[in-house]
């Protein structure tokens, strides 16, 4: 270690104790203001639950690497506090380690307390045991709910106290927010609700955070409450005072994922065109949700019907690798706007109209240093701009960032990034190792058909689902029997149909413990009616009907009492178009199926002489268990588990719930576009994938969760699947690429003011996830190459720069490339030329 080293060392030391972290965080009309300076920031959503501490700290570097300043969180308060007064903040639930491992990378925090999280999360964050408390209403001005939720924040609060992770206290939380979107659904609550938006606000100022509160979708949150803005875009936004500042909690990545659905996708043109929009027109907070959205281990998805992944076409994909050209377009956004962030904390935008749609935004710091943004926000038609005597092309719907008020140093919708030939993680074929598990590995437990357990119980008509369960399990059996008086011939039955009516969200119909019919509904109505024609026999027949909860609701106004299961069955009978309503009859009920109560997920029933093994593996049969030993696949990332032969159910890996299952349920068929034009207003259903297909067939094991040796694996199947065909992949390799012309300007953060920034060249930049290293590269050519990422082909001027680009990266974990003739040599001169490189990334 050298002199400067040390002096440095000694720096940095003197700063930590001299209390550089210990910050005031207070706010004006422009911005928050960390330590008297106002400050631009750029924030992204990261759920502690849905990822494992163990990579907490990658997905944060990565987060910082991509430009972030801030991490966002929600707090479950349900996994907190399972039992009342009974917390819970171990493991991944483990909220102090979060934040500090976002203070250890040097980023700040915003804690959304809520208490109500909504985030697709089992009932919206809530306890189950809170519907229980007599008397008790939901998000209203109801003293026993108040009472309570109050209580979970000042546990919270006087946790990240006694922890030191306030920022006045040294620590990264710079703003918490109380409540969440309750603005959406006040109207619902009358009265009760506007008192309660009061009461929220002063009970979460009450409690002395010494930082700023949210309420985010509040109009009417009330002073010193900052009302912060959620939604796709939020540049028409305004702060109800203007002594707030504008201030966007929630903006979408793309959307979330439900069982039965297509899967959405944002385009990252637009994404970044909404947050330069939001910056141009006077934001200078801006989150987005999600950045990094993980999986909904256990039971944890939120309903009805959300799925396990929560991949969110986040920038982060729910593997935790880098999703691409969303992570590095957006970084190299944020890169722009925080060259202009001293321009834009210094004054309020001065607005110049140049066009019908066409706008700038300029920001002084004195009377001739500027930045502007200019902006063409028509949704079909390109523009030339003339500013500041100069001359600009605007593509439709996209924003350019100019922090001389002269040069461009980014433009939305130009993407110079570079790209994976496969977006999702495990999608690829050429770089995924796929381990079959053999029919062999298999054993299975043939579930009882109905009530096997003393644990049922008997009560006369039809209970709601949510109210019987407690959400102990997602199953409810409903047992009754149907005699048939009439006499009926030896070997005949009667035929009869049998009418259900169900809230949701999903139910197997048997009767004489044959199957006779599944029913199930969707995320925007879970409810559903089943219509099955039945065949009787003469005396007494079984009707055993097993209701199915997929994630409790979590949005909506009074979503909490929203109910599930059956509520209503009818027998009618064909010949003498008599009905027979046996909902009011005697039932017989048991919460859980025997699988839960014997244990079979449990890794000390492993080998346990219940599971029976043979080479007659049953397949296409519901209620079953499965059970296979697997070795794990060597290195160090992810692993995913491909359910696509199989029905519906649960899965666990030594005796840890992966989530629920669905492949049996497919897409419409109809809505998808392969080619998504992101011009235009975004929303969740106009670039969909995946029609008439499973909405999720891989399914993430943590690595954590797995060791060397056997590992156990689980499933529980309802509906019906060939467990033969299920496979484990692990990732080995990334085809990455980039495409960048000579006249796309050089990476925004070469810009210095006074530099003459346009005579720099543009760059070709290559990186591979850290530890991974460039093995090959497929292609590459300097001229005029023609195709897209995985299809490019040497165009008419074509040098093969194949050598010099190996040469450069082969080997390295990344590795930059001027598109230059100075470099490249000049195949036309004359021509305007571009580079095109397709390379492997290897573990
Ligand atoms: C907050 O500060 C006020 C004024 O100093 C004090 O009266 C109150 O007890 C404090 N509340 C909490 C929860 O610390
Ligand atoms: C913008 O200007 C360029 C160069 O003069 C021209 O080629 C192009 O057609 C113009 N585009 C539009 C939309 O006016
Ligand atoms: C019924 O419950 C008792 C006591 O809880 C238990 O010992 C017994 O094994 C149970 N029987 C069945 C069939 O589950
Ligand atoms: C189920 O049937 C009832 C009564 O016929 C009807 O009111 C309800 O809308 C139906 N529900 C669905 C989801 O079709
Ligand atoms: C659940 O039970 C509570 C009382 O414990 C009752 O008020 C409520 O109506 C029930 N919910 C449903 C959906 O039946
Ligand atoms: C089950 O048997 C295997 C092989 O004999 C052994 O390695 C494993 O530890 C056993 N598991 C339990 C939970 O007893
Ligand atoms: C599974 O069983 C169902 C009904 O029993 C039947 O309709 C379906 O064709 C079977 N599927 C396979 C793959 O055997
Ligand atoms: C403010 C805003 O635009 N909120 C929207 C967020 O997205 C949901 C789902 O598309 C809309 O329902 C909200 O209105």
């Known amino acids: 270690m050298g002199n400067k080293d040390l002096v440095l060392l000694v720096l940095i030391a003197v700063c930590v104790f001299e209390g550089c972290y210990c910050k005031t965080v207070t706010y004006d009309h422009r911005a928050l203001v960390i330590d008297g300076k106002r400050r631009v920031l750029q924030s992204g959503s990261i759920h502690y639950p849905r990822s494992m501490p163990e990579v907490w700290p990658e997905i944060i570097r990565k987060s910082k690497e991509g430009g972030l300043d801030v991490i966002e969180t929600y707090v479950f308060w349900n996994n907190h506090e399972p039992v009342r007064g009974e917390y819970y903040f171990e493991g991944r639930f483990d909220l102090v380690r979060f934040v500090k491992t976002v203070q250890e990378a ?100 009450s409690l002395n955070t010494s930082v ?53 996708y944002r385009p990252v043109e637009d994404l970044a065109f909404s947050v330069a929009r939001f910056f141009e027109t006077g934001g200078t907070f801006q989150n987005y949700y999600m950045y990094f959205g993980g999986t909904n281990f256990e039971r944890t998805a939120g309903g009805p019907l959300v799925a396990t992944s929560y991949d969110y076409d986040a920038p982060i994909d729910e593997y935790g690798f880098i999703r691409q050209p969303k992570w590095g377009h957006l970084r190299d956004l944020h890169k722009a706007i925080k060259q202009c962030e001293e321009f834009l904390i210094s004054s309020d935008p001065t607005y110049l109209q140049l066009g019908k749609n066409l706008e700038a935004h300029i920001y002084y710091r004195t009377s001739n240093k500027c930045a502007a943004f200019l902006a063409n926000f028509d949704s079909s038609l390109d523009a030339n701009v003339t500013f500041n005597g100069n001359s600009y092309f605007l593509p439709a719907w996209s924003v350019s960032i100019l922090p001389d008020c002269k040069n461009v140093i980014f433009n939305t919708a130009k993407v110079v990034s570079q790209r994976n030939l496969h977006g999702v993680s495990f999608s690829g074929t050429t770089s995924v190792n796929e381990f079959s598990l053999a029919s062999s590995a298999w054993s299975w437990y043939k579930e009882e058909v109905g009530v096997s357990s003393n644990h049922s119980f008997i ?97 909506g106004p009074w979503f909490d009492i929203a109910g599930a299961g059956i509520y209503s069955v009818i027998l009618a009978d064909l010949k003498k178009s008599s009905k027979d309503d046996l909902s009011s009859g005697v039932w017989t ?15 000390s029933l492993a080998n346990s002489s219940l599971w029976i093994q043979g080479n007659r593996l049953p397949i296409n049969r519901s209620l079953i268990w499965y059970k296979a030993t697997f070795l794990a696949p060597e290195g160090k990332g992810p692993l995913s588990l491909d359910l696509a ?101 050089p990476p925004a953060d070469s810009w210095q003011p006074n530099l003459e ?87």
Not at 108 to 116: D, E, K, Q
Not at 469 to 490: F, G, H, Q, R
Not at 780 to 806: D, E, I, K, M, Y
């Open 459 to 555: 009560k006369p008509g039809l209970l709601e689902q949510i109210n019987t369960t407690k959400d102990n399990s997602d199953y409810l059996w409903y047992t009754t029997s149907i005699n048939v008086k009439e006499s009926i011939a030896p070997g005949q039955e009667k035929e009869a149909f049998l009418h259900i009516g169900s809230l949701g969200h999903a139910a197997l119909v048997f009767v004489n413990k044959r199957l006779v019919g599944f029913g199930f509904g969707n995320h925007e109505d879970a409810s559903f009616n089943l219509s099955e024609k039945i065949s009787l026999n003469q005396g007494d027949n079984t009707l055993d009907i097993l209701s199915m909860m997929v994630g409790l609701q979590n949005y």
């Open 212 to 264: 700023p509160w949210v309420m985010c979708q509040q109009e009417d949150a009330p002073d010193p409450i900052i009302n912060t803005c959620n939604g796709f875009y939020c540049d028409r936004f305004t702060p109800n005072s203007p002594s707030k500042p504008k201030m966007w909690t929630e903006n979408y990545s793309g959307w979330f994922l439900a069982f039965g659905n297509a899967i959405p």
């Open 106 to 205: 040097g980023l700040l925090v915003h804690l959304r307390i809520g208490p109500y999280a909504c985030a697709e999360w089992n009932y919206g964050g809530f306890p189950v045991w809170l519907h229980f408390i007599p008397g008790i209403q939901f998000r209203t001005t109801n003293d026993l709910f108040k009472n309570e939720m109050k209580r979970f924040l000042a546990k919270i609060v006087s946790l990240m106290k006694d922890a030191d992770l306030f920022a006045s206290q040294g620590g990264p939380i710079i703003l918490a927010q109380v409540e969440n979107e309750y603005g959406n659904v006040e109207w619902a609550y009358g009265v009760g609700g506007e008192l309660y938006v009061k009461w929220a606000a002063e009970t979460a100022v």
């Open 645 to 745: 032969s199989m029905g519906k159910g649960q899965a666990w890996v030594n005796g840890q719930s992966i989530g629920r299952y669905w492949p049996a349920y497919l897409a419409p068929s109809t809505g998808c576009t392969t080619n998504c034009d992101y011009r235009g207003a975004y929303d969740a259903s106009k670039c969909l994938r995946n029609c008439g297909q499973p909405a999720q067939t891989l399914y993430h094991i943590p690595r954590t969760w797995v060791h060397s040796g056997e590992n156990l694996l689980v499933l529980h199947e309802e509906l019906g699947g060939d467990p033969s065909k299920i496979s484990l992949l692990t990732r080995t390799g990334q085809e990455v690429c980039a495409h960048v012309s000579e006249a796309d300007p």
């Open 757 to 843: 920034f346009m005579s720099q060249s543009s760059q070709v930049r290559l990186t591979c996830e850290q530890g991974w290293h460039i093995s090959m590269i497929n292609f590459a050519s300097f001229g005029t190459p023609r195709g897209h990422c995985g299809t490019f082909n040497p165009g008419n001027c074509h040098a093969n720069v194949l050598s010099v680009v190996q040469q450069a990266c082969i080997g390295q974990e990344g590795c930059a490339i001027p598109v230059s003739t100075a470099r490249l040599g000049d195949p036309c001169p004359g021509v305007l030329k571009s580079l095109a490189i397709e390379a492997l990334c290897s573990y």
């Open 589 to 603: 009920y048991q919460v859980g199926v025997e699988g839960e109560y014997i244990g079979l997920d449990k890794i």
